[in-house]
């Protein structure tokens, strides 16, 4: 859509990345109690989006919760979740019996949109406070709770940002995960990195771990079609030609303040990382014909994670 500014169509990437998640939820290939408020328009997708989906979501939760096995008991984990737009982490964190408080940031125009639907919803206000009356509102529209805290902002401006983020209870000395699905693609590299050099040194009295997951490979024929088709969409993958291999990725961690950086492409985490046994289910859930094309789909695309601090030596890589 031309007559949408860059900003306005990176925002609407989130109702994509929703709705495809939910199709996968309705066929069966993961659980999300949640997802279902947040999405406006449900469509059915192709086997091939769906099982893709599947794969993005599986692999990100091992992430996750590989993270979350190595805190030590009483201990609160941070997990802030970059872009967050419609998606449902914190509500998939909140069921489980840890200690976790969630930071979703997104520009205020996503924020307000998600905030709006979470008072409507009473299953969603309810994993944020007891009583709807304890959830705070500050201006901008984010939402304050005790275990979810919203920050809208435009991350690019990362003073302004992390003036909000400790404003939202932010604390340097608590393990941190930071989560970037699809979002640091679609910034200038200048800013992404400001980001993430930013979050290395976010944490300076804890272990810390960022988990990344968006595209790479621009070159080759499909690669030269995807980021022609985001951009046509005005969404262009700014970050994609100074970061478009796992190894240049790799090095991107390293290089801006993490210890170390293990990456995959989506081929991997599938054959190597998910769950035999779950895999096994969500490939009999439909007719799949177009696994060549999905194989090569998923080359494009890849999980990182990065690592900082004394986390390092006993995570083992939240991957394997
Ligand atoms: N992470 C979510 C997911 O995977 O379901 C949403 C991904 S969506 C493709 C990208 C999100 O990043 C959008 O919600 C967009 O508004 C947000 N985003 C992109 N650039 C941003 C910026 N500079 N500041 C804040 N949010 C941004």
New binding site residues.
């Given amino acids: 859509n031309f007559s949408m500014s860059g900003d306005a169509a ?2 609407n ?2 109702e ?3 709705s495809s ?1 939910l199709s996968a939820v309705r066929m069966g290939y993961f659980r999300d109690d949640y997802l279902e408020h947040f999405v406006r328009r449900v469509t059915r997708r192709s086997p091939l989006i769906n099982r893709g989906y599947y794969a993005r979501v599986a692999g990100i939760r091992k992430a996750i919760d590989g993270f979350l096995s190595c805190i030590p008991q009483g201990t609160t984990a941070q997990i802030v ?1 970059l ?5 449902t982490t914190f509500f998939y964190v909140n069921d489980k019996p840890q200690s976790v408080v969630c930071f979703e ?3 205020p125009e ?1 924020i307000q949109r998600k905030a709006h639907t979470i008072l409507r919803k009473e299953p969603c206000w309810k994993a944020m406070a007891r009583n709807r009356e304890d959830i705070v509102q500050v201006p901008g529209g984010a939402l304050r709770s005790e275990p979810l805290r919203m920050v809208a ?4 401006q990362v003073d302004e940002f992390e003036r909000q983020l400790v404003q939202a209870g932010f604390q340097d000395d608590l393990p941190t995960l930071w989560l970037a ?3 640091l693609v ?2 200038q590299p200048l ?1 992404s990195d400001a980001i993430i050099r930013w979050a290395a040194n976010a944490v300076s009295k804890a272990p810390s771990a960022f988990v990344v997951y968006e595209q790479i490979l621009p070159h080759d024929a499909f690669g030269r079609t995807m980021v022609r088709n985001l951009q046509a969409r005005g969404c262009p993958l700014l970050g994609i030609h100074e970061y478009p291999t796992l190894d240049s990725q790799r090095q991107r961690y390293v290089s801006l303040g993490f210890t170390r950086c293990e990456a995959a492409d989506m081929n991997d985490v599938y054959d190597l990382h998910l769950d035999g046994a779950e895999i096994a289910r969500i490939q009999r859930l439909e007719i799949f014909d177009e696994l060549e094309e999905w194989r090569l789909i998923q080359g494009h695309y890849f999980i990182g994670v990065a690592l900082k601090g004394s986390h390092d030596e006993q995570h083992r890589g939240s991957l394997s």
Wanted: net charge negative; proline share 0%.
């Fill in positions: 990176v925002q990437t989130t994509d990345a929703a998640k979740n872009g967050s737009g419609m998606d940031c997104d520009f996503v902002a435009d991350m690019r699905e699809c979002v679609y910034m800013h």
